[in-house]
């Protein structure tokens, strides 16, 4: 059973617009949630995290909001830029365990 | 350029064949992670090692074998693996286990292993 799930496969947006990557979680323990980003052939590279105290955390162009009664976040990346296309993996974790739960990725590309 | 390094970066190999994956951290970190990646699957933790000390086997089998002589260095050894382990295998850190912004998992560029 996936915990968290990321239900688009891919994405494609115009350079300038928003870009608007989902992620649903199912277990209502998880109060920590992260968002990494993955070029081919390199490893995921954190990008930010939002603890559930919060409702929202915005880092330049990056913006991870939460809705815990939905039990969804989003990530928005405004304005997209070329170099943006990449894949996305939302992740969740509960406090007390280090186990991060990863979603199987949203491939963003940027269209210039 | 990334903190997290990781040796080789593809590897081929036989199901009778032993072979080692090498990560090392330049973080200054005190834990370290194997995960492995599937096609079209999740990152699956395999092993968490926090000071050196193993803290979690997430149910992998035998034929991988973690070792951690330091709080820098992480190895996954390899032996008569299935080519259903053909995977990517990623290494992370962080500067402690746990949860929150101190916990954040940094990872490196991944071995992608293929078993023949």
């Known amino acids: 059973d996936q915990q968290v799930k990321q239900n688009s496969p891919s994405l494609s947006v115009q350079e300038g617009r928003i870009s608007i990557l989902n992620c649903d979680y199912t277990?209502?323990?998880?109060?920590?949630f992260l968002w990494y980003k993955k070029y081919p052939a390199e490893g995921p590279t954190f990008l930010i995290s939002?603890?559930?105290?919060?409702d929202k955390n915005e880092d330049g162009r990056f913006t991870v909001f939460l809705n815990k009664s939905a039990k969804h976040l989003s990530l928005h990346i405004v304005p997209s830029q070329p170099g943006d296309s990449a894949v996305y993996f939302c992740a969740a974790s509960a406090s007390g365990t280090y186990k991060y739960i990863f979603g199987t990725g949203t491939r963003l590309k940027v269209l210039a | 350029e990334t903190g997290v390094t990781q040796t080789p970066r593809h590897l081929v190999m036989g199901m009778t064949n032993k072979k080692s994956l090498k990560c090392e951290q330049h973080l200054g970190h005190n834990a370290m992670y194997w995960y492995k990646q599937s096609a079209k699957k999740p990152l699956e933790l395999m092993f968490v090692y926090n000071f050196k000390e193993q803290t979690e086997n997430n149910s992998v089998p035998s034929r991988f074998s973690p070792e951690c002589p330091n709080s820098s260095h992480l190895f996954l050894h390899l032996h008569t693996l299935q080519p259903e382990d053909s995977a990517l295998y990623l290494c992370a850190s962080s500067l402690s286990v746990g949860t929150g912004s101190e916990e954040t998992q940094y990872f490196g560029p991944g071995t992608r292993l293929l078993v023949l």
């Open positions: 277990n209502s323990m998880f109060d920590y």
């Open positions: 939002i603890s559930s105290i919060k």
